[in-house]
C-alpha cells in the first residue's frame, strides 16, 4: 500500500482536485466559506465557515454526496480553536467518502442542525450534544440521548477525567 | 427517564405504552415509549443509552493495539468485522502494508462472522414472530461457526483475533477443513430454513407489507445495509468502494424494491449464499505465506524469535509497555458488517494512544426509520419491523 498523495492548504487542493466534484461544487457556491482544506490518506477533508456548514453540506449533497454516513465532534482542548464538528458524507455515484468540518470556540459552542439536509442527522447531534456539550441550533428535540438526563458535565470532553471522581 | 405524553390535539383515547427495556422482543435493552390509538401506533419514541459503557472514552486511554478487544464487545454478535474495520482504519494511518495471505484470511473470517450475525437474526427475527423451531436450527449451525472460532482465536465471541498488521496467531492445522466441512452443508441448511418459513402462512402474512421503508426515507434517515438494499438502493461497500481486497472475489448484491419486512428476509437469505460464495473463493484461492506484516516495530513478533533474539525481545518488551506512535492525522474507513454499514474515524496526533475513536454503527442510525416503518401500523407490527431491522443494542449505545 504506497502512500497517496497529500495535499495541505486551501490552495493546494483547489488547484491539485479542480476536477473534483465536491471541491468544484463548493468553489462554485461560495469559495469565502471554504475555510481549509486538506487531501490526506486519500481522504478529502473540507474545512468550512461554522455558519455556511448547512448550505455547504446541500451544495454537496446536490453534487452526488447523498448520504450522511457519520456525524461526530473532537475535543482538541487545550489548544484553540477547541471543538471540530466532523461530517463524514457518503456518495453512492461517485462512490467515495468526504469530511466537512467545522471548528467551535470554547465559549458556548453551537452550530446549526444537520437535520434540514439529513434527518439521520437527529441522533448524531444528540449524541455529540450529550457527550461533547455542543448545542446544535434548530434541532427539535436536543436531549441527552446515552447519559442520564441529570447527568453533570459532557464525558467526551478532554477535560472529563476517565476514572475516578470529576 | 422523559415520559411522552400525547401530542398537542390528541384524541382522548390516545394512551402512551412502555416497551422495554426488559421486553424480549426488543433484543437487548431497547425502551420504546409508543403512543397508541386502540392498536394503531401513533408515534415511536426510542430511549436508547442502558447499555452505555463510554467505550469510545475509554479508546482515548488505551493503546492502540489495546483497543482491539474492546471493539469485539461493541458488536458482539460479529465480532471479527469490529476488529477488521478498527484495523484497517489504523493501518491506513501507519500506511502499512498486510501481507495477502492475511487479507484473504481477513475476508473468509468477516463472511464468516457475516453468516454469525445473520443466524441469529433469522432465529431470533422468526422467533419473535411465533416460529420458535427455527431458533434451535440456526443456533445449530452458529454453534459450529462459534468452534472454528474458538478453535482459531482461543474465544468464542471475543474473538480479537484481527489485530493490526495482521492477525493474532497462524490459524491451526485443521482450520481450512473445518470451514471446508462447514460451507459444503451450508448451503442446504438454508433451504432448510427457507422451508420452515418462506412457506409459512403465519410467518408470511406477519412480514409482507408490514414496515414499509422507501428508499428516499432510508437514505434520509442513515439506514444502511441489508434494509437499505431492501428499499431497492443498490450499494455495498463490499462492492463498490472495495477494502481489504474485497475487489478479488465475485459475489452477487441482492436487492429488492419492495421495502418491507418480507424483502429484508429474503434480501438477506440470498446475502447468506452469497457469503459461502465469498468463503468458497477464499478457501480455494488462499495464499501462501506469513498472516502478519513484516513490521517490527508494530507487530508483536513470534514467540519463538522473541526467546532466542534479542532485538525481537526488545521490540516486544516497547511494543508492549509504550504502544507505538501512529503519525498525526485523522482517517474514516467503511465496511459493510452483517447489520450494514460500519465506520471507524480515528483520529491521532502523533502519540501511542488514539486522540479519539468513534464508531459508526449501523444500529444506530437505523433506529431512528422505526417510527417511518411503524407509523400507522398495528402494535404487534412493531415486533415484526425490530426483528427486520435486525438491531444490537451494544452497538447502539456503545
Same mark, same amino acid.
Given at each position: 500500500m504506497s502512500q497517496p498523495k497529500t495535499l495541505k492548504g486551501k490552495t493546494e487542493v483547489t488547484e491539485g482536485l479542480a476536477e473534483h466534484p465536491a471541491v468544484k461544487a463548493i468553489l462554485a457556491w461560495n469559495?469565502?466559506? +471554504?475555510v481549509d482544506a486538506k487531501f490526506e490518506f486519500g481522504e478529502l477533508t473540507l474545512t468550512i465557515a461554522p455558519e455556511a456548514i448547512c448550505a455547504a453540506a446541500a451544495t454537496v449533497q446536490a453534487a452526488?454526496?447523498?448520504? +450522511?454516513d457519520d456525524l461526530t465532534a473532537v475535543d482538541?482542548?487545550?489548544?484553540?480553536?477547541r471543538f471540530q464538528v466532523t461530517y463524514h458524507i457518503l456518495s453512492h455515484r461517485h462512490k467515495e467518502h468526504i469530511r466537512l468540518r467545522v471548528l467551535l470556540q470554547e465559549a458556548s459552542p453551537a452550530v446549526e442542525s444537520m437535520m434540514s439536509v439529513w434527518p439521520s442527522a437527529n441522533f448524531y447531534e444528540r449524541e455529540v450534544f450529550d457527550l461533547f456539550g455542543i448545542r446544535f441550533e434548530g434541532h427539535p428535540n436536543l436531549k441527552r440521548i446515552m447519559m442520564p438526563d441529570d447527568w453533570e458535565g459532557h464525558p467526551l470532553r478532554k477535560d472529563y477525567p476517565v476514572e475516578g471522581y470529576r | 427517564m422523559p415520559v411522552l405524553q400525547p401530542?398537542? %390535539?390528541?384524541? #382522548?383515547q390516545h394512551m402512551v405504552l412502555n416497551m422495554g427495556p !426488559?421486553?424480549? &422482543?426488543?433484543?437487548?435493552v431497547l425502551r420504546l415509549v409508543l403512543e397508541i390509538d386502540g392498536e394503531i401506533v401513533v408515534r415511536v419514541y426510542p430511549e436508547i %443509552?442502558? $447499555?452505555?459503557?463510554g467505550i469510545e472514552k475509554t479508546c482515548e486511554a488505551k493503546f492502540y493495539q489495546q483497543v482491539v478487544p474492546l471493539t469485539d464487545r461493541i458488536n458482539y454478535l460479529d465480532p471479527l468485522s469490529n476488529n477488521l474495520c478498527y484495523a484497517l482504519a489504523v493501518e491506513k494511518l501507519l500506511g502499512i502494508e498486510i501481507p495477502e495471505k492475511a487479507t484473504w484470511l481477513r475476508v473468509l473470517l468477516a463472511e464468516l462472522s457475516r453468516l454469525n450475525s445473520h443466524l441469529i437474526w433469522l432465529g431470533t427475527h422468526a422467533m419473535d414472530i411465533g416460529a420458535l423451531t427455527v431458533f434451535l436450527y440456526t443456533f445449530r449451525e452458529r454453534e459450529e461457526i462459534l468452534r472454528i472460532f474458538e478453535g482459531l &482465536?482461543? !474465544?468464542?465471541?471475543?474473538?480479537?483475533?484481527?489485530?493490526? %498488521?495482521? $492477525?493474532?496467531m497462524e490459524p491451526p492445522l485443521d482450520f481450512f477443513d473445518r470451514v471446508q466441512g462447514f460451507i459444503n452443508t451450508f448451503p442446504e441448511k438454508i433451504d432448510e430454513y427457507s422451508n420452515l418459513l418462506t412457506g409459512n402462512p403465519i410467518f408470511r402474512s406477519r412480514l409482507k407489507g408490514v414496515g414499509y421503508l422507501s428508499p428516499e426515507d432510508a437514505i434520509a434517515l442513515g439506514v444502511t445495509g441489508p434494509p437499505m438494499r431492501a428499499s431497492g438502493? #443498490? *450499494?455495498d461497500v463490499r462492492r463498490d468502494?472495495?477494502?481489504? %481486497?474485497?475487489?478479488n472475489f465475485q459475489f452477487q448484491v441482492p436487492i429488492s424494491t419492495v421495502g418491507d419486512c418480507w424483502a429484508r428476509y429474503e434480501v438477506r437469505l440470498i446475502e447468506m449464499r452469497e457469503s459461502v460464495k465469498i468463503i468458497q473463493q477464499a478457501l480455494d484461492g488462499?495464499?501462501?505465506?506469513? *498472516?502478519?506484516?513484516?513490521a517490527p516495530k508494530i507487530v508483536l513478533p513470534d514467540r519463538e524469535k522473541m526467546k532466542t533474539q534479542m532485538e525481537a525481545l526488545i521490540h516486544h518488551f516497547k511494543i508492549v509497555t509504550e504502544g507505538f506512535a501512529v503519525p498525526a492525522g485523522e482517517v474514516y474507513q467503511s465496511i459493510e458488517a452483517g447489520h450494514g454499514q460500519t465506520g471507524y474515524y480515528v483520529v491521532s496526533d502523533?502519540? &501511542?494512544?488514539?486522540?479519539r475513536v468513534h464508531m459508526r454503527y449501523p444500529s444506530f442510525a437505523t433506529l431512528q426509520a422505526l417510527e417511518v416503518m411503524c407509523?400507522?401500523?398495528? $402494535?404487534?407490527d412493531v415486533v415484526a419491523v425490530i426483528g427486520s431491522i435486525d438491531i444490537v443494542l451494544g452497538e447502539i449505545d456503545r
Open positions: 469559495s469565502e466559506a +471554504l452526488g454526496y447523498n448520504f +450522511l482538541w482542548y487545550p489548544s484553540a480553536p | 401530542a398537542e %390535539g390528541a384524541k #382522548d !426488559q421486553h424480549p &422482543a426488543t433484543h437487548g %443509552g442502558y $447499555l452505555h459503557t &482465536a482461543g !474465544q468464542r465471541m471475543m474473538t480479537s483475533y484481527i489485530r493490526i %498488521g495482521g $492477525l493474532s438502493v #443498490d *450499494f468502494i472495495p477494502y481489504c %481486497g474485497y475487489e488462499m495464499p501462501e505465506g506469513a *498472516f502478519k506484516a513484516e502523533g502519540t &501511542a494512544k488514539p486522540y407509523k400507522g401500523k398495528m $402494535l404487534a
